[in-house]
């Protein structure tokens, strides 16, 4: 049976952001996927994905610091630009489940410039909002874009370059933890490997419960909505930020990113289905909610032109899973909680130094897979409004 150092299973953001980490420390790496390399069936594809330090716990901001530096050498090794800064804003309406106080407190905490601003102040800035009263928002000038589909592509493409030995369209069947490591079989042989770093997102389950071991997730659809602004200067990331609104239901967006529309979504969307359960078919009915809210705050952002279908697999604290499985501490596993993308490198470099270290330096303390089998509270106090599939 062929032999690897590490076997990473998943080539979404995550994993090959960890085959391309193993790859360039020269560790023996196999990675699989089981569909076609670049597929838009999970949670890495299409264009624009938010960067930001902009969160409410300081462990968040510290490993998003992280992350603009792992992106910085990303690029540097790739010679590819992947990230653009286009400054972020985050609405937090008082007396709603978030506080901006928890943004400001951890932002100070860590020492990241940043604003606090009120809905006058917003307008003046960025007249293309329109916000009630009651509203606080954090700004933040390090936020900014970075191309999901572009950046999967470049890991996977210069893990390969290193030695990454890259399985598409092949799905692993099961896992065999023995001795030494595990035994990996997939649906075109098997190889046994050291560790394996399992970057399965919502599919995590089905390889974890043969082997006793489950992680509460949530999957969902998500759907984001390009729409057509009649000024689309006017939403250039010269002169408009990304923005989220963080309250009961929570929305995001983004300037004008390659062509003339800009891009919005609901985050979380509690269309439950899982992704055997896909339907690819957008939600009229979230469609219509985030149309309303889009022309009350953004008035001028136009017609929806285009929806994408996406996928979540959350935890109920929405926070990560990094780390090994208590049963099978050969077996690593990473999940994102449906806001990974900004940490990708991160992440990667992370899961791999557990593979090769055991160790990390970046604190993941409140990570593991304990802590996710018994959530204490993490950055998303939201209870899951638990409803069938919208439609
Ligand atoms: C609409 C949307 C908007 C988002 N916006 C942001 C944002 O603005 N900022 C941000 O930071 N994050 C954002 N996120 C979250 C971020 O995109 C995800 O956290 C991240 O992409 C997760 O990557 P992943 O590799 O864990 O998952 P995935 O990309 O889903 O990868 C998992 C892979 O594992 C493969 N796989 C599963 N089982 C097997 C098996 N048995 N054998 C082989 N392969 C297998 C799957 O086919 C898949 O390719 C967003 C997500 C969505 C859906």
């Known amino acids: 049976m062929k032999q690897f150092d590490v076997a990473v299973v998943g080539m979404g953001a995550l994993g090959s952001a960890a085959a391309y980490h193993l790859a360039r420390r020269g560790v023996s790496v196999v990675a699989f996927e089981q569909f076609e390399l670049g597929h838009v069936r999970g949670a890495s594809h299409d264009t624009s994905r938010i960067i930001r330090t902009s969160y409410g716990a300081p462990q968040y901001v510290r490993l998003a610091q992280s992350s603009y530096r792992d992106w910085a050498e990303l690029e540097a090794t790739t010679g590819e630009q992947l990230t653009v800064i286009t400054g972020g804003l985050v609405f937090i309406p008082i007396g709603g489940p978030f506080s901006a106080r928890d943004f400001v407190d951890s ?6 410039p940043h604003e606090l601003l009120s809905p006058a102040q917003v307008h003046e800035r960025w007249p293309q909002f329109s916000l009630p009263d009651g509203v606080e928002t954090i700004y933040t000038p390090d936020s900014g874009i970075t191309h999901a589909a572009r950046s999967v592509a470049a890991l996977q493409m210069h893990a390969r370059m290193n030695g990454a030995v890259i399985r598409d369209r092949t799905p692993v069947l099961s896992l065999d933890p023995d001795s030494d490591g595990v035994v990996v079989r997939s649906d075109k042989g098997d190889i046994h490997a050291g ?3 399992l970057a399965t997102d919502a599919w995590t389950n089905a390889l974890l419960e043969p ?5 509460p997730l949530i999957t969902m659809q998500e759907q984001v909505t ?16 990304v923005w989220i609104w963080e309250d009961t239901h929570c929305f995001y967006g983004f300037p004008t990113y390659g062509e003339p529309t800009i891009k919005a979504a609901r985050d979380r969307s509690d269309n439950l289905m899982t992704p055997e359960e896909r339907t690819f078919v957008p939600s009229p009915e979230l469609l219509q909610q985030l149309e309303e809210f889009m022309n009350a705050t953004i008035p001028g952002s136009g017609e929806p032109l285009r929806t994408v279908t996406c996928q979540y697999a959350i935890t109920p604290d929405r926070n990560f899973v990094l780390g090994p499985l208590p049963e099978h501490p050969d077996i690593l596993v990473g999940l994102g909680a449906g806001h990974a993308f900004k940490f990708t490198p991160t992440i990667g470099r992370i899961l791999a130094e557990l593979a090769v270290d055991g160790e990390t330096s970046d604190d993941i ?3 593991s897979v304990q802590a996710a089998v018994h959530p204490t509270g993490g950055v998303d106090s939201r209870p899951v409004i638990v409803e069938q599939s919208l439609s």
Do not use: M
């Open 107 to 112: 932002l100070n905490e860590v020492g990241i």
């Open 195 to 197: 560790k394996v770093i």
């Open 211 to 215: 082997l006793g071991a489950s992680i």
């Open 226 to 241: 390009y729409f057509k602004p009649q000024d689309a200067g006017a939403y250039d990331r010269e002169r408009f930020p």
């Open 365 to 367: 303390s409140t990570f």
